[in-house]
């Protein structure tokens, strides 16, 4: 008998992770302070992911953008997120997303302070390590009470090291310049 496990959708793994690791974020405030516990989840949380995407490459047998957009099913398993597509291609993929159901489950374990910190910053560093050509840059979040989270992925040639001039690594995410003013 060889038996797969069976596989628990992603939504509901974040919701497992989120019942888990909210206790111990606040014990660990009252121990070493907000900022440092809170640096040190985004660290944590970043590093696993890049771990992910990397196995997720590894699964897909192959990297680069169009790749990385056959994954997002995981992402959407069960309408956990529902996405309004503007481009898809080699170098650019380009939705928003109009629904999160993520951000409503944070929000109704009463945990919506720290679903930004449990699941959004996990998505450059998914990115990044599925391939480490792909960037992210979105200016907003839903989970931050924006009416959509804008995902603009990039897929960079391997042949320009230095990135984009505000990435400071590949898979990071690029905050927007404050100086570019309001997106339309």
């Not at 660290?43 to 997720?56: F, I, W």
Request: aromatic share 6%; hydrophobic share 40%; charged share 30%.
């Amino acid at each position: 008998m060889d038996e797969q496990p069976r596989r628990i959708p992603l939504l509901q793994r974040r919701e497992i992770e989120a019942r888990i690791v909210a206790p111990l974020v606040s014990a660990v405030i009252e121990e070493l302070g907000e900022e440092r516990t809170l640096a040190l989840l985004r660290r944590v949380v970043e590093q696993l992911a890049r771990e992910s995407g990397a196995e997720l490459a590894k699964s897909v047998g192959e990297a680069g953008l169009a790749a990385f957009s056959k994954t997002l099913d995981l992402w959407t398993e069960g309408g956990a997120l529902e996405i309004e597509w503007l481009e898809r291609s080699d170098d650019r993929l380009d939705f928003n997303v109009t629904r999160c159901r993520y951000a409503e489950m944070y929000r109704q374990l009463g945990l919506g302070d720290l679903g930004s910190r449990l699941s959004c910053c996990r998505d450059a560093a998914l990115a990044g390590g599925f391939d480490p050509n792909i960037t992210l840059s979105r200016t907003q979040t839903i989970m931050e009470g924006a009416p959509f989270c804008d995902f603009r992925f990039r897929h960079l040639p391997a042949d320009r090291p230095d990135g984009p001039p505000n990435v400071p690594e590949p898979g990071r995410l690029i905050e927007p310049d404050p100086r570019a003013g309001p997106k339309v």
